[in-house]
C-alpha cells in the first residue's frame, strides 16, 4: 500500500477482508484507516471491508471519508460498526456511488437515513441483519432499481420507490411480516423468502403490473388461494416449501419450479402455451402408497409436458399394482427427465417401479441408491419392455407400450458413459451409493 500510494498507482478494487487468530485489538484501526484513505487517493472504484469474526471490537469505518470519494461506485460493509460516528455538520454526497451494501452493521435509524441522503443515486441496496434497527425505511432514493433486505424479529419495512424493479425480502418466520412498498408499479421481480405474509403478496401483485419472475420460499399464512392475475406478464416462477397453494393462471409462464413435501393442488385456469421449462422437486419420508402416486399423477397431467422431476425418498414401499389400475383414466403424463434418489438403504420393490412408470413417462431416469435397488430397477424395466408393458397382474397399466431400456453409468477416470445389465456384479455388489441412468424409448 505505501508503493500504491508512493507512485500513485491507480485502484480500481481494494478487497480487505480481516480473519482474526485472536481477540482483535483496536491497535490495527488506524493502519486500516490508512490503507482505506490510500485506495481513496489513489481514485478507488470498488471499496470491500469484511469482518469475517463475531468477536469484538468492530472497525468504525470511516464512512464519511469514503463517501467524499468522487470516484466511488461500489461500496460492501459487513461486520464493523457505524454507531458512535458523529453525523456530519453538512450534506455529504457521493454521486458515483451505485451500490450499496452493508451486512451485519451497527447503525441506528438516522446514520441509515444519512447514509441513504448521501448517496442518492444508487441503484443496488442492500441491507442484511442490521439488528439494531427498528425501522428500514427507503425512501426519495430517485433511480434505485435493486433492493435487497434480510431482517430478523420484528423490523418494520417501509419502500417508497417508483424505479424498484427488482425486489428480495427474507423474513423471519417466527414474525408476521411488516412490509410496506408504496410504490412498485415498475416491479419486475419479487422475492419472497422465510416470510409470514397477510395480505402483502396480494398488494404487491396488485400494483405490480409488470412483474416477470415471482420466487416464494418458505412463505406461509396468508396464501390461502394463491391466485395471479391473467393480465400479468409473469414468466418465471419459483414456489419452493410453501404449503396452501390455490389458483395458477399465468398465460405467459415460460418457466416453473416448485419444490415441497406435498404435491400442490394447483388449479390451472389457463394453461400457457409458451411453458418450456417445468422443474418439480418432491420429497417424501412417509406415506408413500398407491393415494400418493394418485395424486402424484394427477398433478403432472395439469403440464403438457415436465421438462424434470426429482423425487426424493427415505425407502420405498410394496404398491398394490392392482389397485392403481383402477384409476388410469387420464393420458399417462411425459416427463423429459425423472430423478429419483433414496436417501437410505432400500429394498428390492419391483411394485414401486410399476407405479413410477404408471405415473409418468420419463424419457430419461435417473437413480441414486445402492447396488441393489439399481439391478432391481434395471431387472423390472427388462421385464416390462419383454412383456409388452403389461405388469405382473395382467393388467396394462400404461396407455404406450415401453420399446427400449438402456442402462448407463459415468466412468469419473475415463469421462465416459458405461452400458450395464443386471447381471453386472460390480453394480450389484455395490453398497455405497451409485448414480445410474436409463434411456428409455416409448
Known amino acids: 500500500?505505501?508503493?500504491?500510494?508512493?507512485?500513485?498507482?491507480?485502484?480500481?478494487?481494494?478487497?480487505?477482508?480481516?480473519?482474526?487468530?485472536?481477540?482483535?485489538?483496536?491497535?490495527?484501526?488506524?493502519?486500516?484507516?490508512?490503507?482505506?484513505?490510500?485506495?481513496?487517493?489513489?481514485?478507488?472504484?470498488?471499496?470491500?471491508?469484511?469482518?469475517?469474526?463475531?468477536?469484538?471490537?468492530?472497525?468504525?469505518?470511516?464512512?464519511?471519508?469514503?463517501?467524499?470519494?468522487?470516484?466511488?461506485?461500489?461500496?460492501?460493509?459487513?461486520?464493523?460498526?457505524?454507531?458512535?460516528?458523529?453525523?456530519?455538520?453538512?450534506?455529504?454526497?457521493?454521486?458515483?456511488?451505485?451500490?450499496?451494501?452493508?451486512?451485519?452493521?451497527?447503525?441506528?435509524?438516522?446514520?441509515?437515513?444519512?447514509?441513504?441522503?448521501?448517496?442518492?443515486?444508487i441503484e443496488n441496496f442492500i441491507i442484511e441483519l442490521c439488528t439494531e434497527l427498528k425501522k428500514i425505511e427507503l425512501l426519495n432514493l430517485q433511480k434505485i432499481k435493486s433492493v435487497s433486505i434480510w431482517i430478523r424479529r420484528d423490523q418494520h419495512v417501509k419502500i417508497q420507490a417508483p424505479t424498484l424493479?427488482?425486489?428480495?425480502?427474507?423474513?423471519?418466520?417466527k414474525e408476521s411480516t411488516v412490509l410496506d412498498v408504496v410504490e412498485c408499479q415498475n416491479l419486475k421481480s419479487l422475492k419472497l423468502s422465510h416470510a409470514r405474509i397477510s395480505g402483502v403478496l396480494e398488494h404487491l401483485i396488485s400494483r405490480s403490473k409488470f412483474l416477470e419472475s415471482l420466487t416464494l420460499d418458505r412463505v406461509s399464512k396468508g396464501l390461502g388461494r394463491f391466485n395471479i392475475c391473467?393480465?400479468?406478464?409473469?414468466?418465471?416462477?419459483?414456489?419452493?416449501?410453501?404449503?396452501?397453494?390455490?389458483?395458477?393462471?399465468?398465460?405467459?409462464?415460460?418457466?416453473?419450479?416448485?419444490?415441497?413435501?406435498?404435491?400442490?393442488?394447483?388449479?390451472?385456469?389457463?394453461?400457457?402455451?409458451?411453458?418450456?421449462?417445468?422443474?418439480?422437486?418432491?420429497?417424501?419420508?412417509?406415506?408413500?402408497?398407491?393415494?400418493?402416486?394418485?395424486?402424484?399423477?394427477?398433478?403432472?397431467?395439469?403440464?403438457?409436458?415436465?421438462?424434470?422431476?426429482?423425487?426424493?425418498?427415505?425407502?420405498?414401499?410394496?404398491?398394490?399394482?392392482?389397485?392403481?389400475?383402477?384409476?388410469?383414466?387420464?393420458?399417462?403424463?411425459?416427463?423429459?427427465?425423472?430423478?429419483?434418489?433414496?436417501?437410505?438403504?432400500?429394498?428390492e420393490c419391483p411394485t414401486f417401479v410399476d407405479a413410477l412408470l404408471w405415473s409418468c413417462h420419463p424419457r430419461k431416469l435417473e437413480l441414486i441408491s445402492i447396488g441393489k435397488m439399481t439391478t432391481c430397477f434395471i431387472d423390472r424395466l427388462m421385464y416390462i419392455k419383454s412383456s409388452g408393458g403389461y405388469t405382473s397382474h395382467g393388467s396394462k397399466p400404461w396407455h404406450s407400450q415401453l420399446k427400449e431400456v438402456k442402462a448407463y453409468t459415468f466412468d469419473q477416470k475415463n469421462k465416459q458413459r458405461v452400458e450395464l445389465r443386471s447381471e453386472d456384479l460390480a453394480i450389484r455388489n455395490r453398497t455405497e451409493r451409485v448414480k445410474v441412468y436409463f434411456l428409455l424409448d416409448w
Open 230 to 347: 391473467e393480465k400479468l406478464l409473469l414468466k418465471d416462477l419459483k414456489i419452493k416449501r410453501c404449503e396452501g397453494i390455490g389458483e395458477l393462471d399465468a398465460p405467459n409462464l415460460v418457466s416453473l419450479e416448485y419444490v415441497g413435501s406435498q404435491i400442490p393442488e394447483l388449479e390451472i385456469a389457463k394453461k400457457s402455451s409458451q411453458l418450456k421449462h417445468t422443474k418439480i422437486v418432491l420429497y417424501n419420508w412417509n406415506n408413500l402408497n398407491v393415494a400418493w402416486f394418485r395424486k402424484f399423477r394427477n398433478f403432472l397431467s395439469n403440464w403438457t409436458s415436465c421438462s424434470k422431476v426429482s423425487l426424493c425418498f427415505s425407502k420405498c414401499n410394496e404398491i398394490n399394482s392392482k389397485e392403481l389400475q383402477l384409476h388410469h383414466g387420464i393420458a399417462t403424463p411425459q416427463v423429459d427427465v425423472l430423478e429419483i434418489d433414496f436417501k437410505r438403504s432400500s429394498r
Open 1 to 121: 500500500m505505501e508503493r500504491y500510494k508512493e507512485r500513485k498507482i491507480p485502484i480500481d478494487m481494494f478487497e480487505f477482508w480481516m480473519f482474526p487468530l485472536k481477540s482483535p485489538s483496536r491497535e490495527v484501526f488506524p493502519l486500516i484507516d490508512k490503507w482505506i484513505d490510500t485506495a481513496l487517493q489513489n481514485g478507488v472504484k470498488d471499496l470491500v471491508y469484511r469482518y469475517i469474526s463475531s468477536s469484538n471490537p468492530l472497525y468504525p469505518v470511516p464512512i464519511f471519508t469514503i463517501l467524499a470519494s468522487k470516484s466511488l461506485i461500489k461500496l460492501v460493509l459487513a461486520r464493523c460498526d457505524l454507531r458512535h460516528l458523529a453525523l456530519p455538520s453538512g450534506v455529504v454526497k457521493c454521486d458515483s456511488l451505485r451500490e450499496l451494501s452493508v451486512s451485519v452493521v451497527r447503525l441506528d435509524e438516522n446514520m441509515l437515513q444519512t447514509l441513504l441522503a448521501s448517496c442518492p443515486l
Open 165 to 173: 424493479e427488482h425486489l428480495s425480502y427474507f423474513g423471519d418466520l
